[in-house]
T-cell receptor, first 114, second 112 residues
Framework: DGGITQSPKYLFRKEGQNVTLSCEQNLNHDAMYWYRQDPGQGLRLIYYSQIVNDFQKGDIAEGYSVSREKKESFPLTVTSAQKNPTAFYLC?????????????FGPGTRLLVL | GQQLNQSPQSMFIQEGEDVSMNCTSSSIFNTWLWYKQDPGEGPVLLIALYKAGELTSNGRLTAQFGITRKDSFLNISASIPSDVGIYFCAGQGRNYGQNFVFGPGTRLSVLP
């Protein structure tokens, strides 16, 4: 099956702890994205990567970090500097040039703070 | 960053009714995408639009890319209970490079 997988589905973080959310895709897409979703709001872009070994900050990158060592993988670390991490995190990937692109989402990871 | 405007914010309809919702922006977009999201799940792509004036259908769903390139519309015909969920629009335009911006969603409830 082609698609995007995220793990875990639920994640609990203690105060001062860093946690890492996994995102893997086997769609052979070049671009990958991380979004944060809060209740009643649209998706906000955290980080994105257009190619391997390169990534850019989105609108709300503070307190988060990413890496893109492989085309298939784009893990997101929520650091202790992120003071309000409770949210639903969505990973996405896309193909195509601007103007003909399509973006697909993974099933999401819900992060809760203990 | 900018977000799109979606209306209505929520709607309650009777099963069998048709539904219309729209998405607007102050910027011109080259691509419009429509998604449906069920609770606790990731958004699922419904329809992609790439050309001003384009009208595309996917079963009972029809979406249109507005002529002004600043809006898009989604219609659902003969709604059924499984249509319940949140519908998001997303736009991609020159102002945002290859990234998409998202609307806040329209929450649809279908009454039996």
């Amino acid at each position: 099956d082609g698609g995007i997988t995220q793990s875990p589905k639920y994640l609990f973080r203690k105060e001062g702890q860093n946690v890492t959310l996994s995102c893997e895709q086997n769609l052979n897409h070049d671009a990958m994205y991380w979004y944060r979703q809060d209740p009643g709001q649209g998706l906000r872009l955290i980080y994105y990567s257009q190619i391997v070994n390169d990534f850019q900050k989105g609108d709300i990158a503070e307190g988060y970090s990413v890496s893109r060592e492989k085309k298939e993988s784009f893990p997101l670390t929520v650091t202790s500097a992120q003071k309000n991490p409770t949210a639903f995190y969505l990973c996405a990937s896309s193909f195509g040039l601007a103007g003909v692109a399509t973006q697909y989402f993974g099933p999401g990871t819900r992060l809760l703070v203990l | 960053g900018q977000q799109l405007n979606q209306s209505p914010q929520s709607m309650f309809i009777q099963e069998g009714e048709d539904v219309s919702m729209n998405c607007t922006s102050s910027s011109i977009f080259n691509t419009w995408l429509w998604y449906k999201q069920d609770p606790g799940e990731g958004p699922v792509l419904l329809i992609a639009l790439y050309k001003a004036g384009e009208l595309t259908s996917n079963g009972r769903l029809t979406a249109q890319f507005g002529i002004t390139r600043k809006d898009s519309f989604l219609n659902i015909s003969a709604s059924i209970p499984s249509d319940v969920g949140i519908y998001f629009c997303a736009g991609q335009g020159r102002n945002y490079g290859q990234n998409f911006v998202f609307g806040p969603g329209t929450r649809l409830s279908v009454l039996p």
